[in-house]
């Protein structure tokens, strides 16, 4: 069983940062791939930033420049360090992993979500 834990979600004026975080555990081979997504109402869950256990990164347009990614493999956490935060970054943000299970096959992971709230 996997278990992903996400912390660090709030409420936040326009321009401001925040840094949530999610940590990721299970009896399983290893986590490749770790990143976060989010869903406002109304819209479909979209990506936000995704890292694989190499540190191949890849963002979302609308959030370049203002996101960043990152991951602790020790850990097997990951984070994402939000700036320059606007009203419409508002929704929930879901972790997900990819892992490697022990028979050799791979399967998707979700978190909980945390609410991300920007205030103009």
């Known amino acids: 069983q996997v278990q992903l834990v996400e912390s660090g979600g709030g409420l936040v004026q326009a321009g401001g940062p925040l840094r949530p975080s999610c940590a990721a555990s299970?009896?399983?081979?290893?986590?490749?791939?770790m990143g976060w997504y989010r869903q406002a109402p109304g819209n479909q869950r979209e990506l936000v930033a995704d890292?694989?256990?190499?540190?191949?990164?890849v963002y979302a347009d609308s959030v370049k420049g203002r996101f960043t990614i990152s991951r602790d493999n020790a850990k097997n956490t990951v984070y994402l360090q939000m700036t320059s935060l606007k009203p419409e970054d508002t929704a929930v943000y879901y972790c997900?992993?990819?892992?490697?299970?022990?028979?050799?096959?791979?399967?998707?992971?979700w978190g909980q979500g945390t609410q991300v709230t920007v205030s103009s």
């Open positions: 890292i694989t256990s190499g540190g191949t990164i």
């Open positions: 299970g009896n399983i081979l290893r986590f490749n791939r």
């Open positions: 997900k992993t990819e892992a490697r299970l022990w028979t050799g096959g791979l399967r998707d992971y």
